[in-house]
């Protein structure tokens, strides 16, 4: 493993500091805001600003590569997003933030294609799988310890800014001093909607509704957790939490996956995400709360990459690619639409309303799962492809599939 990551540790640090210097924004805004007074949806329409942007970004950063090189475009979207990370102090109001947030979320749209990209192009063979898992670690890691900037400074405090602005300008450093040749300027290329329905009804319902519930999750959980009696630094710690729960079961119930019928574990991971949304919902301490975050960031995010190997098992060769790439535009754009829908059932039904809300996103999923399994006949355990831990990023993400990349290069 360390002979495949060593050749590429630059990028991975960089995305290491880009994430410990820039996760942790989505909850710092809503924290803010919600400290300010804005209204739910109001927050909630920040949040979607960013989504927007993220999806944006990821359809037309590409060209900007193709024009004039990953390190220089890389450098070029670091320096804006840490303009804009400062910018913040400036003044503050959903409406000045929330076009803020399309900046940002162009600009890491930006970052993650001259990454990945770049990643996909280094990584060769049986080492392919060790760069992703190295990626992974680096791009969860970093977003789950940036949660605890929020703890720097007393209220109102403009130092989280700070430090986040510096720890993204430096994010810089080693990709502009590395020694890695950057990739030719390459296309993502993805399946149409239709079709993705076609080959897998099942993947492409899951990945679009588990978007919309992480993209809720993401913009309003700060909101949810402050509103429910947590100080800031207990909020950062409940965000950390979900985001690492999320990394501890993807592999464990993706390993169930290649074993059985792979949409029966989709069908128990929306079962509990639906049970662990209620109970967050439901429940009072601070204990409890932080057990079934975990539980639910466990589920949830596995669940994205559960949808994109179900799709898998009915493709081959460079099929996987363009369909992982039509699927991570489908997830981005239920998130860009997951926080105003998600800020408007806490505005009808109370606080709570934004994990019944991902609740019922996930009892529709899980509906659709089952009808799925009674309408359909499961592909045999020996033929699926192996279960592969995936980011929710941008389509160039789909070069880095181990599975996909090595059977689309097969002569």
């Known amino acids: 493993m360390l002979n495949a990551i060593l050749p590429v540790r630059s990028l991975l640090l960089a995305i290491f500091m880009l994430m410990a210097g820039g996760g942790f924004m989505n909850t710092f805004i809503s924290v803010r805001l919600e400290r300010a007074g804005s209204s739910t949806l ?6 979607t600003a960013y989504f927007a942007g993220l999806v944006a970004g990821s359809l037309h950063a590409p060209a900007l590569l193709r024009r004039i090189g990953h390190i220089r475009a890389f450098a070029a979207f670091v320096a804006v997003l840490s303009a804009s990370t400062l910018s913040y102090a400036i003044h503050r109001g959903p409406l000045f933030w929330g076009s803020l947030r399309v900046v940002d979320g162009i600009c890491l749209a ?23 898992a190295g990626y992974m670690i680096a791009l969860y890691s970093g977003q789950a310890l940036g949660q605890f900037t929020l703890n720097l400074g007393g209220s109102g405090s403009t130092m989280p800014l700070l430090i986040g602005s510096v720890l ?20 993502a290329s993805s399946f149409s909607f ?55 079961l993807q592999w464990p119930l993706g390993r169930l996956s290649d074993r059985i019928d792979r949409r029966k574990v989709i069908v128990i991971g929306l079962a509990g995400t639906l049970a662990a949304s209620l109970a967050i919902a439901m429940t009072a301490g601070t204990a409890a709360l932080m057990f079934f975050g975990a539980l639910f960031g466990g589920l949830s995010f596995a669940l994205y990459p559960l949808c994109v190997a179900h799709t898998n098992d009915h493709l081959s060769g460079q099929q996987r690619v363009a369909a992982s790439g039509g699927l991570v535009l489908l997830y ?29 996103c996930a009892g529709a999923a899980l509906a659709f799962g089952l009808w799925r399994q009674v309408r359909s006949q499961p592909v045999p355990a020996h033929l699926q492809e192996t279960y592969v831990v995936l980011p929710r990023t941008t389509a160039m993400s789909a070069a880095l599939d181990p599975v996909a990349a090595d059977e689309s290069d097969a002569p």
């Open 194 to 248: 239709r079709s993705l329905y076609s080959v897998s009804p099942l993947g492409i319902v899951g990945a679009f509704l588990t978007g919309v519930m992480l993209g809720a999750f993401y913009a309003m959980g700060a909101v949810y957790a402050r509103r429910s009696g947590l100080s800031v630094s207990t909020t950062a710690l409940f965000m950390s939490v979900v985001i690492m729960g999320g990394v501890a």
């Open 168 to 187: 993204i300008s430096l994010a810089a450093v080693p990709v502009v001093l590395t020694r890695i040749s950057a990739p030719p300027p390459g296309e």
């Open 42 to 47: 109001a927050i909630g329409l920040v949040g």
């Open 110 to 132: 930006g970052i993650y294609v001259c990454l990945e990209s770049w990643l996909g192009e280094r990584a060769e063979g049986g080492g392919r799988g060790s760069v992703l």
């Open 332 to 360: 981005s754009l239920g998130a860009a639409i997951g926080p105003f829908l998600g800020a408007l059932a806490m505005t009808i039904v109370g606080t709570a309303g934004l994990f019944f809300f991902i609740a019922a």
